[in-house]
């Protein structure tokens, strides 16, 4: 093939029906886990869960334990509250992943 020779119009819809079929499946194999990959990132988010609990009973804790002592416990506070939200979104996500991985096994994949 001469590459001084611009491309011509057959040339051109087979590269750009190759590049959207290339790009199809890239979208739908992020769209589409295997069983694996799920139970993997289940796994991965069930831990997070309960590396979350421990932390988040630590930090109420450590709250007590200033209010108690009579120190300041507002930032702790604070804290406590970005670790309840984020706490939130692991379970959030281990909950997803598990209805996910249900309707994986629903549809006999």
């Known amino acids: 093939m001469n590459r001084n020779k611009p491309l011509g119009f057959w040339e051109i819809v087979s590269w750009l029906v190759l590049l959207a079929l290339i790009g199809f499946l890239i979208a739908w194999q992020e769209a589409h886990m295997d069983r694996e ?13 309960k590396d979350g609990a421990v932390i988040v009973e630590r930090q ?3 709250i007590a334990e200033l209010w108690r002592d009579g ?11 970005t670790l309840v939200e984020t706490q939130r979104a692991h379970i959030a996500d281990r909950d ?7 309707a ?3 549809q006999g994949q």
């Open 96 to 102: 997803r992943l598990q209805r996910e991985l249900a």
């Open 104 to 106: 994986y096994d629903a």
């Open 37 to 49: 990959m799920i139970m993997g990132h289940l796994a991965l988010a069930e831990q997070h869960v």
């Open 60 to 62: 109420r804790g450590l």
């Open 71 to 81: 120190h300041e416990t507002l930032r702790a506070a604070e804290l406590l509250a």
